[in-house]
């Protein structure tokens, strides 16, 4: 099992800090995020809050001292010791994923640190090594949608993929205009997000012009009804799922065993859930791909890595955060992603 590789890695936490790191992005709104930094016996392992709650980052920074997390630990007792504390100090945060978001910065954070301090990285330790990483771009259109977004960036460069959220206003005429660059390699229905920014309601037209207009495409988080489950009668094998996907459990209460899955390590809160549900994954021979929340930093770096190791071929939704800029310039990685030359930690640079 992969947690057993890491579970009894060593830690010493002598202090942590805190810092805010603030960007416009390409969907139209500031993303806030928090870099935990641990430091001790010389290393400083670092994780990132995604927290999508500006407030809650500003209101983390002001009770930095009410998380007790100094000491001695192997990494698993690192992690129940962080268990037994309210990290939104009393208060409710908006969504209750919010809890595992920041649980995941701590606990990320400490498995950096215990690799660097063991002077070695996950890689190495796991037995295993970093891969290229293939990644596609991740985007909305633009309202109202006409696909000019996507064949700007193919203008840019052609080698590009892209995975898409449709929305009710997406046309026909959109739709063939998007599929005739074989370029879209998944598209979001965001159909399991409820009292969110970004819910897209269960559309039984929207879904049908997706599923014929789009083949070959995976399909992510539909939303299941009476009227919009025939129509994934024949297509569950494209169909992958994100948000709903925070452990094994999660993974056992899909309406039907997945053959692909979006992994975004921040959902999982702890190092061992993320790892039992990859071994799971691979027991089960669900292929995986990598996910993104707009991380700003070293959580970045992060979800480099579990890609690397595990699915590097698979359209990782991992684009480097330069994607993200509301205008992107310059020169811009390209995909696949080399990894780096002398890694450690949990770090990717």
């Given at each position: 099992?992969?947690y057993?590789?890491?579970?009894?890695l060593k830690?010493?936490?002598?202090?942590?800090?805190?810092?805010?790191r603030?960007?416009d992005t390409?969907?139209?709104?500031?993303?806030?995020?928090?870099i935990?930094?641990?430091?001790?016996?010389?290393?400083?392992g670092?994780g990132?809050?995604?927290?999508?709650?500006n407030?809650?980052?500003?209101?983390l920074?002001?009770?930095?001292?009410?998380?007790?997390?100094?000491?001695?630990?192997?990494?698993?007792?690192?992690s129940g010791?962080l268990?037994?504390?309210?990290?939104?100090?009393?208060?409710e945060?908006?969504q209750?994923?919010?809890?595992n978001?920041?649980?995941?910065?701590?606990?990320s954070?400490?498995?950096d640190?215990?690799?660097?301090?063991?002077?070695t990285?996950?890689?190495?330790h796991?037995?295993?090594?970093?891969d290229?990483?293939?990644?596609?771009?991740?985007?909305?259109?633009?309202?109202?949608?006409?696909g000019?977004?996507?064949?700007?960036?193919?203008d840019r460069?052609?080698?590009?993929e892209?995975?898409?959220d449709?929305?009710s206003?997406?046309t026909t005429?959109?739709i063939?205009?998007?599929?005739?660059t074989?370029?879209?390699?998944?598209?979001?229905?965001?159909?399991?997000?409820?009292?969110?920014?970004?819910d897209?309601p269960?559309?039984p037209?929207?879904?049908e012009?997706?599923?014929?207009g789009f083949?070959?495409?995976?399909?992510?988080?539909?939303?299941?009804?009476?009227e919009?489950?025939p129509?994934?009668?024949g297509?569950?094998?494209r169909?992958?799922?994100d948000?709903?996907?925070?452990?094994v459990?999660?993974?056992?209460?899909l309406?039907?065993?997945?053959?692909?899955?979006?992994?975004k390590?921040?959902?999982?809160?702890s190092?061992?859930s993320l790892f039992?549900?990859?071994?799971?994954?691979?027991?089960?021979?669900?292929r995986?791909?990598?996910?993104?929340?707009?991380?700003?930093?070293?959580g970045?770096?992060?979800?480099?890595?579990v890609?690397?190791?595990?699915?590097?071929?698979?359209?990782n939704?991992v684009?480097?955060?330069?994607?993200?800029d509301p205008?992107?310039?310059?020169d811009?990685?390209?995909?696949?992603l080399?990894?780096?030359?002398?890694p450690?930690?949990l770090?990717?640079r």
């Amino acid at each position: 099992m992969l947690y057993d590789h890491v579970s009894d890695l060593k830690l010493e936490v002598e202090a942590y800090d805190l810092k805010q790191r603030e960007r416009d992005t390409s969907s139209g709104f500031t993303r806030a995020t928090t870099i935990v930094s641990l430091h001790g016996d010389g290393e400083t392992g670092r994780g990132e809050d995604v927290t999508y709650d500006n407030d809650a980052h500003d209101a983390l920074h002001a009770s930095a001292e009410d998380s007790p997390v100094t000491g001695e630990y192997t990494l698993e007792e690192f992690s129940g010791q962080l268990s037994e504390i309210d990290l939104f100090h009393g208060t409710e945060p908006n969504q209750s994923i919010f809890r595992n978001y920041r649980q995941w910065a701590f606990e990320s954070a400490a498995l950096d640190i215990a690799l660097k301090q063991a002077d070695t990285n996950l890689a190495d330790h796991l037995g295993r090594t970093y891969d290229p990483v293939r990644f596609v771009v991740s985007t909305r259109l633009e309202n109202p949608p006409t696909g000019d977004k996507v064949l700007d960036w193919l203008d840019r460069n052609s080698e590009l993929e892209f995975k898409l959220d449709p929305t009710s206003e997406w046309t026909t005429e959109v739709i063939e205009r998007l599929a005739a660059t074989d370029a879209v390699r998944t598209l979001d229905l965001k159909g399991q997000y409820h009292g969110t920014t970004v819910d897209q309601p269960a559309d039984p037209e929207l879904y049908e012009r997706i599923i014929e207009g789009f083949p070959e495409a995976l399909i992510e988080d539909p939303e299941l009804n009476d009227e919009t489950r025939p129509l994934f009668e024949g297509e569950e094998a494209r169909v992958t799922w994100d948000y709903p996907i925070r452990g094994v459990e999660t993974v056992e209460d899909l309406p039907w065993e997945p053959e692909w899955l979006n992994i975004k390590p921040s959902r999982f809160g702890s190092i061992q859930s993320l790892f039992d549900t990859i071994d799971y994954c691979q027991k089960h021979d669900i292929r995986m791909f990598g996910g993104g929340q707009f991380e700003l930093d070293v959580g970045r770096e992060h979800i480099h890595a579990v890609a690397s190791l595990f699915y590097p071929d698979a359209p990782n939704d991992v684009a480097p955060k330069a994607y993200n800029d509301p205008d992107p310039s310059g020169d811009l990685p390209t995909s696949p992603l080399a990894p780096p030359e002398t890694p450690r930690g949990l770090s990717w640079r």
